[in-house]
């Protein structure tokens, strides 16, 4: 008897077979926009599905090592990763995915839509990068920080063009060293002192406590000047060089490869998932630093240009992986079959894929709208959209981390018993996506942010307008979802008038999740209502699969079983 070995099908383009994500573009761009960005977006699709996802696979094969001395005793704390991630890294240069929205280029080209373009290549990108993609995004973040009109002329010509470099012998990436172990997302414990030097520059001396991006050329690190007080708000960003080669402490001598003088790696983090990305606990000895902005003046507000990138890259991470996890079920599915038949064609299976794709869709939407307004606030100064961004970038990162982690298991159920075999790669999908609602905030500490813009910056009114707008452009689509709306923004309105009038009440503090939650779940079934007035009948269906899913709290699955085809 022959050994059965199941043929799996391949997965589409995942651009090509993305309908979503061409239609949303050819809205956001227009069809010349559109046209302009396909080559580029090709290519990148061509990668993926070729070196890069052999790369991956390297990566997750050979995770980072530390290496704490050399042959002779020398300490060198040297972080030796494989050729995969380093293949990743050649790629997201050469690709541009950190660079396009900083090129004149593309601004010239795209104007604040070069982000919407940013996101696609993320899209694109993300899934299958070993996680590449957060050095990625705390590259982009640091190139947003020195971008900014307060830091310094020299430290920006020094070190901008490097982060937005698209030639890979130049390119270099950023990590973020924020948290101490005492607090983690609680900065206000912030213990790490900054000390001026008589040459401009900084010393920096503290514990660091999960540093991702290890390896990265350079960092973005918190630390309290010297006199500065107590609590989060006097707290400056600094930027410290991460080898010898860019301190000026290090001397003629030392080797450009080993670690800045005063930085010492005291152990890479054994973590549940992204085992490709080398994460750290770092130590600060008089590190050599540069000030990012004046540090006598509060600094965390300029911390949070940072953050704010990082978050919607947050958000693009767990909605591109949503959709490739989906693609491959998809695939599996076409290839697998039980009980005489295909298992796409079972009624109960492809209800549950088309509830995964009515996600994926959501989520989509809610990323691609945070990096549409991170563009418009960039390029254009538009207030409105930044009001609209201080509550959206929180939102959209704490939905979309909490429906990528519950995605990432149906995933797995999707594959039976090989979703439970590592060489699948199907269980590091789990394993990657929990990270999702943890790093840059949790869904508590994201949701008490939202409490926060919402009283303190009244950002809950850009938000209630474009609900309301949606209520308007869904009466001709289906009745059901304006109806359904117009009910969410008028509780909303009472909810978060009665947060205004008290911010501090328990009950406005332990209903924060739930009420950011349901903010979140109505923007993205405004957003989809809005691509669906557009004229994109997938949307038009997710639109109304959504909001009876996520407002209604309705069963789907007949629907989503109907319309599979259609929203995968």
């Not at 990305?277 to 004046?294: C, K, M, Q, S, V």
């Not at 990162?397 to 995933?411: D, I, N, Q």
Request: charged letters at 20%.
């Amino acid at each position: 008897m022959s050994r059965y070995v199941q043929p799996v099908t391949d997965i589409d383009d995942p651009y090509a077979g993305d309908g979503l994500l061409r239609s949303w573009l050819t809205r956001q761009l227009g069809p010349a926009g559109h046209a302009a960005a396909q080559d580029q977006l090709t290519a990148l699709a061509a990668d993926v599905v070729g070196p890069l996802r052999a790369a991956h696979a390297d990566a997750e094969a050979h995770p980072p090592t530390l290496v704490r001395y050399d042959p002779w005793g020398a300490r060198v704390d040297r972080i030796d990763t494989s050729t995969g991630w380093q293949a990743q890294r050649a790629a997201a240069a050469r690709h541009a995915v950190v660079a396009l929205p900083y090129l004149e280029s593309a601004r010239g080209r795209w104007g604040a839509a070069a982000r919407v373009v940013q996101h696609a290549l993320l899209h694109l990108y993300g899934p299958e990068s070993a996680t590449f993609s957060c050095p990625v995004a705390m590259a982009d973040g640091a190139a947003a920080l020195l971008s900014s009109p307060d830091v310094d002329v020299q430290v920006r010509d020094a070190w901008l063009p490097r982060l937005i470099a698209t030639d890979p012998d130049t390119a270099i990436v950023s990590g973020q060293w924020m948290t101490e172990s005492q607090g983690g997302s609680d900065l206000s414990g912030t213990s790490t002192l900054g000390r001026p030097a008589a040459d401009g520059s900084w010393r920096l001396t503290g514990e660091k406590w999960f540093c991702s991006a290890a390896d990265a050329t350079m960092a973005v690190a918190l630390a309290r000047p010297e006199g500065a007080g107590r609590g989060s708000r006097v707290l400056a960003p600094f930027l410290v060089p991460r080898y010898a080669a860019d301190s000026p402490l290090a001397g003629s001598t030392a080797a450009a490869h080993h670690p800045a003088p005063g930085v010492v790696v005291h152990r890479l983090k054994d973590k549940l998932g992204t085992r490709a990305l080398p994460t750290a606990e770092i130590g600060l000895r008089d590190a050599y630093a540069l000030p990012l902005g004046d540090p006598v003046v509060p600094g965390l507000v300029r911390a949070m240009t940072l953050v704010v990138v990082t978050r919607v890259h947050n958000a693009s991470a767990a909605a591109s992986g949503m959709r490739r996890g989906l693609a491959y079920a998809l695939a599996y599915a076409r290839g697998r079959h039980v009980a005489g038949g295909s298992l796409l064609d079972n009624p109960l299976h492809r209800a549950t894929l088309g509830t995964l794709a009515v996600d994926a869709a959501g989520a989509f939407a809610l990323a691609g709208h945070a990096f549409a307004l991170l563009g418009r606030v960039e390029v254009g100064g538009d207030p409105q959209a930044a009001a609209e961004l201080r509550v959206v970038a929180p939102l959209a990162k704490l939905a979309t981390g909490r429906l990528a982690v519950a995605s990432a298991a149906e995933y797995g159920e999707a594959f039976g018993g090989a979703g439970y075999v590592e060489d699948t790669g199907v269980p590091r999908l789990l394993r990657d996506a929990q990270v999702l609602p943890i790093w840059e905030g949790t869904t508590n500490v994201l949701a008490l942010d939202v409490l926060r813009a919402v009283t303190r910056e009244d950002a809950g009114t850009p938000l209630l307008r474009r609900l309301a707008g949606a209520v308007d452009l869904a009466r001709p689509l289906s009745p059901v979802v304006a109806d359904t709306l117009a009910t969410v923004v008028g509780e909303l309105r009472d909810t978060l008038g009665e947060v205004t009038a008290d911010p501090g009440a328990v009950a406005v503090l332990a209903g924060a999740r739930g009420l950011a939650l349901r903010m979140a779940y109505a923007l993205a079934a405004a957003l989809l209502v809005e691509h669906a007035a557009w004229g994109d009948g997938q949307a038009e269906v997710a639109a109304r699969l959504w909001a009876r899913r996520w407002l209604r709290h309705e069963d789907i699955a007949a629907d989503a079983h109907h319309h599979l085809d259609l929203l995968g």
